[in-house]
């Protein structure tokens, strides 16, 4: 879509006349224009209307234009201006690109090149805003892989999206396998293409061929994934003959095209594996194919599981979910209390991340009323609050279950 369409201008000039016919010639053009012939007035105009771009005369008498586009430019840095000069004023025009004006037009004015200059103006100040956006969106990015996936994990990402080749990750469940495949395609290059997922794991054969590679005319995940990412879940569900149509596919591009599963189209996407087997363990228990594990080359990343992490990270992962539980509801507790944190770093956590994240989500629901999450929140959110004996309430994650079960035998020495 054209930056034109529907974009919003404010014309600012003293000159009534020079203010009409501007007007006239943008909003026949397809903006929606705003204007006054106050200066002092643009800059609330530009908040209120919520401006993509400002034409605004240089040489006002009551209110120099040089000083509206500092206030303009307080309130927005990267405000679109363009700056209206007198013809052969080539002093003011250099003074107004080096203040931050966009460019700069001079009277009188012609109506082909006024249109051409304020599109193009449009154009590089949106794409100089999606790339802030994006830079940010990456340092994000980054610093939820170094919290959630540990650092060393979130620097082999960083270093490995701007591979190509196919990736194998691997690890238990809840470890953050598919936020690592997220974080690979939002620190690539391919970013801005899609991001396909599937999880083949209880699928019948047929189903999973059609989804991957299409028929009967409709293209698969493959071909729709285009230059973007595919992530693939529970590879070691996928069968001999899917494994070999994928490394066909991903592998063998210098190969013979009537031979590929999806009919000779060769696919530029990358290729994400997520299993629960190291390549040795799938290898041995026959799940995966030789070739297919080669796919994937020499370096799969493991993610580790939650009870290999020291308690500072549990502490990090904890205070992250309640300092988010506060700013989502505005009320509750604001931070972790040290025996909160000795309760959950004793468990075992089998369910990783994922469950970490549920019991103090849901420990934050008991304390609701609290300014600080306490262990016996916690305690409520496993369950086990009327365990009767410390020893008990410091087992693992799974004698907690166990013990909410059978009181009674908990409480009994063994």
């Not at 771009?53 to 234009?65: F, K, N, Q, T």
């Not at 430019?73 to 201006?81: E, K, L, N, Q």
């Not at 004023?89 to 090149?113: C, Q, W, Y």
């Not at 994937?296 to 549990?314: H, K, S």
Request: glycine fraction near 8%; hydrophobic fraction near 45%; proline fraction near 6%.
């Amino acid at each position: 879509m054209s930056p034109v369409a529907g974009a919003r201008l404010l014309v600012v000039d003293d000159d009534p006349g020079i203010v009409a016919m501007l007007s006239g010639i943008f909003t026949r053009a397809g903006y929606q224009v705003s204007s006054t012939t106050d200066p002092r007035a643009a800059a609330t105009l530009y908040s209120t209307h919520d401006s993509d771009a400002v034409l605004l005369d240089v040489s006002m008498p009551e209110h120099d234009g040089f000083a509206v586009l500092d206030e303009i430019r307080t309130i927005d840095p990267d405000a679109c201006v363009l700056m209206l000069t007198g013809h052969g004023d080539i002093e003011s025009a250099v003074r107004a690109m080096r203040a931050g004006a966009e460019n700069f037009l001079t009277k009188p004015f012609d109506r082909e090149h006024l249109l051409i200059t304020v599109e193009r103006a449009l154009e590089q100040t949106e794409l100089r805003r999606r790339h802030r956006l994006r830079s940010a969106q990456v340092r994000a990015d980054e610093q939820t892989a170094e919290l959630v996936l540990s650092r060393p994990v979130a620097r082999l990402l960083q270093i490995l999206a701007r591979k190509r080749s196919p990736l194998l990750l691997h690890g238990e469940r809840g470890t953050g396998r598919r936020l690592a495949a997220t974080l690979l395609h939002r620190l690539s290059d391919r970013a801005d293409q899609p991001l396909l997922q599937l999880s083949v794991k209880d699928r019948h054969e047929a189903d999973v061929r059609r989804l991957l590679f299409g028929g009967d005319g409709t293209p698969g995940l493959v071909r729709l994934a285009q230059r973007g990412t595919l992530v693939l879940r529970d590879i070691e569900a996928l069968t001999p003959a899917l494994q070999d149509g994928l490394v066909r596919v991903f592998g063998e591009r210098d190969g013979s095209e009537a031979d590929r599963p999806d009919g000779g189209w060769s696919a530029p996407a990358r290729l994400i594996a997520i299993s629960a087997m190291s390549p040795a363990q799938a290898a041995a228990s026959g799940a995966l194919t030789r070739a297919f594990i080669h796919l994937f080359g020499a370096l799969p990343v493991q993610l580790p599981p939650l009870r290999d992490r020291d308690r500072d990270t549990i502490e990090a992962l904890a205070a992250h979910t309640v300092r988010a539980g506060f700013i989502a509801s505005g009320t509750g507790p604001e931070g972790l209390a040290p025996d909160a944190l000795d309760v959950l770093v004793a468990q075992r956590w089998p369910g990783n991340l994922t469950e970490l994240e549920e019991i103090v989500s849901a420990a934050l629901v008991h304390g609701a009323h609290a300014d600080t999450l306490t262990a016996a929140h916690v305690h409520a959110a496993l369950g086990d609050a009327a365990l009767p004996n410390d020893a008990v309430l410091a087992a693992p994650f799974d004698a907690l279950r166990d013990a909410q079960r059978h009181p009674r035998r908990a409480a009994s020495p063994r």
